[in-house]
Nanobody
Framework: QVQLVESGGGLVQAGGSLRLSCAAS????????MGWFRQAPGKEREFVAA????????IYADSVKGRFTISRTNAKNTVYLQMNSLKPEDTAIYYC????????????????WGQGTQVTVSS
């Protein structure tokens, strides 16, 4: 059973940056696509970004395109989310997730989830 552990969240002012990390353990990391989702209070969990197992394909939600960058280092079993030009509406709990079949925006395509890390952006 894989374990995903997010880190790097915190409180930042609008316009600032954070880098989230998600470390995987328990089985071969390189076989799986990885995604980041977020959930704000009172809202449904929404897709943020995803990356293929080799890192050759990335997709983003329109709301973060041009501001966020997803990447991975398979040798370290870690996927990252660099978040720049943060806005108060980016405030949410951020979750990483592992998927087997495809790089996807769909929640249902991901089988394993981390516990989340809180990101708060003040105005």
């Amino acid at each position: 059973q894989v374990q995903l552990v997010e880190s790097g969240g915190g409180l930042v002012q609008a316009g600032g940056s954070l880098r989230l990390s998600c470390a995987a353990s328990g089985r071969t990391f390189t076989l799986y696509h990885m995604g980041w989702f977020r959930q704000a209070p009172g809202k449904e969990r929404e897709f943020v970004a995803a990356i293929s197992w080799a890192g050759s394909t990335t997709i983003y939600a329109d709301s973060v395109k041009g501001r966020f960058t997803i990447s991975r280092t398979n040798a370290k079993n870690t996927v990252y989310l660099q978040m720049n030009s943060l806005k108060p509406e980016d405030t949410a709990i951020y979750y990483c997730a592992e998927g087997r079949l495809r790089v996807s925006r769909q929640y249902s395509d991901y089988q394993q989830w981390g516990q989340g890390t809180q990101v708060t952006v003040s105005s």
